[in-house]
């Protein structure tokens, strides 16, 4: 198969855009959840600007298994060096974060932010549900998911490339599955919330490994016209579901909507 490096460029700078605007909407939920800012006649769709986390971890996925598709991470140095790089990226940044909230907003004591130093430094804060709303966590959860979904990437690659389409296809529907009906439990026996659990995004983030992957590609979901009507259905289902306060809080949920419009948004 030949691969055109000037599409794929193109490509990958139009999912980064949609990335930035990911987390653009989640930056504008957090600002209506803690700052009550109100956006108008979109104020309601904003509200639940949290379901586009899901957005943010199937694009990260995919956008990686784009830069990464023509090179084996199986090779201790080429091991080596993507891990170092993703680390790079992300761990220095983070650290200034932590530490200027610890010590500026902080009201952890010192001993138990002595405790939670390793938990932090590894970035394993996700592992834990319940250190969520502790320290600067509520905030910085999604960097230990993403770190955890690094992790994994090179195997997550690895399955894609050998599997068939057919069968990439198959899992690609266990993974939606699994996101649809877990939220279902949550709300059944209202058990702790898995909005920042890893495993849970670890699966957005191979969904959108396993479209990046698929050799199948359909051209008139590439369309302006189509795109447009995928944002429509999305703003018009989450507007009309925080009017009702349908679930409101149970973000995952939305994962029914989310994971199917924005899967065709990648493909």
Same mark, same amino acid.
């Given at each position: ?85 993703? #680390?790079?990226?992300?761990?220095? &940044?983070?650290?200034?974060? *932590?530490?200027?909230? %610890?010590? +500026?907003?902080? /009201?952890? !004591? ?60 198959? #899992?690609?529907?266990?993974?939606? &599955?699994?996101?649809?009906? *877990?939220?279902?439990? %949550?709300? +059944?026996?209202? /058990?702790? !919330? ?66 199917? &419009? ?6």
């Amino acid at each position: 198969m030949i691969i055109d490096k000037n599409k794929m460029s193109q490509r990958a700078a139009g999912l980064d855009l949609f990335r930035v605007v990911a987390a653009l909407m989640v930056l504008l939920f957090h600002c209506h959840i803690h700052h009550e800012c109100n956006f108008g006649p979109l104020t309601g769709f904003v509200s639940m600007g949290a379901v586009f986390m899901t957005a943010f971890f199937m694009l990260s996925g995919y956008v990686l298994y784009m830069t990464y598709r023509e090179k084996s991470l199986v090779q201790i140095l080429p091991l080596k060096n993507f891990y170092l790089k993703r #680390l790079i990226g992300i761990l220095p &940044l983070y650290y200034l974060v *932590s530490v200027i909230y %610890v010590v +500026s907003l902080g /009201t952890e !004591s010192l001993l138990q932010n002595i405790v939670l130093l390793p938990i932090e430094l590894l970035g394993l804060q996700s592992v834990f549900s319940s250190l969520f709303n502790i320290s600067h966590n509520s905030g910085t959860w999604f960097i230990s998911c993403l770190l955890i979904a690094y992790l994994f990437f090179p195997l997550m690659q690895e399955v894609a490339k050998q599997l068939a389409t057919r069968a990439k296809i198959l #899992l690609f529907v266990a993974c939606a &599955l699994v996101l649809f009906w *877990s939220p279902l439990v %949550v709300h +059944s026996f209202a /058990t702790d !919330s898995i909005y920042a659990n890893p495993f849970f995004r670890g699966l957005e983030f191979f969904i959108g490994v396993l479209l990046c992957s698929l050799s199948v590609r359909l051209e008139f979901l590439k369309t302006w016209k189509f795109f447009v009507i995928e944002v429509l259905v999305l703003v018009a289902v989450i507007s009309a579901a925080a009017r009702l306060n349908l679930f409101v809080g149970n973000y995952m949920l939305y994962d029914v909507v989310a994971v199917p &419009l924005f899967a065709c948004m990648n493909v």
